[in-house]
């Protein structure tokens, strides 16, 4: 008596193609997570500067300068700048500049000038106008986004 043993073509090709088909699927949802978890860290680490410049404001940080300074955060295309003074100077060699994840970028920015500057001590918004007051960031790829909206207070009131 003879005994075949083995698998036919057809059933390594049947086992082949729906293994590739799987692959496929759980390589297209770890490239969507990682877009969505890009703009959340950009949200993230963009909420923590607006307080740490806040902070040096409301503490009256003075480091370089013998007075309190006001400190703020001016909005470009891809990146942000955090800088010390009540306006912004792009000759300041003390600015730091943040540049945002890959294919994020702000997409629209209402405040005055595209910054944002907190009072020495109160650290309250400079010139703070309430129809002006959020800013958009897009993730190019995905099109999600989010909008931040600031009171007059320096703080995060929305986040949608």
């Known amino acids: ?5 083995g698998f036919t073509v057809a059933e390594l090709m049947l086992t082949i193609a729906i293994g590739s088909i799987l692959m496929t699927l759980a390589t297209m949802n770890l490239f969507g997570s990682k877009a969505r978890t890009s703009l959340s860290t950009t949200v993230d680490i963009l909420m923590t500067d607006l307080n740490h ?6 503490v009256g940080d ?4 013998s007075n309190p300074q006001s400190y703020g955060i001016r909005f ?5 700048e955090l800088f010390r003074d009540v306006s912004y100077s792009s000759s300041d ?3 730091f500049t943040v540049n945002l994840g890959d ?3 702000f997409n629209q920015t209402t405040f005055p000038d595209s910054q944002l500057i907190f009072a020495t001590l109160s650290g309250e918004l400079l010139g703070f106008n309430p129809s002006s007051n959020s800013v958009i960031i897009r993730d190019q790829i995905t099109g999600e986004q989010k909008t931040i909206v600031i009171n007059r207070f320096g703080v995060i009131s929305e986040i949608n």
């Not at 003075?62 to 300068?65: F, H, I």
């Open 76 to 80: 470009n295309q891809n990146t942000y």
């Open 53 to 58: 410049q806040q902070l040096k404001a409301m």
């Open 1 to 5: 008596m003879y005994l075949k043993r």
């Open 93 to 95: 060699g003390h600015n």
């Open 62 to 65: 003075s480091t370089l300068s």
């Open 103 to 105: 294919n994020i970028s």
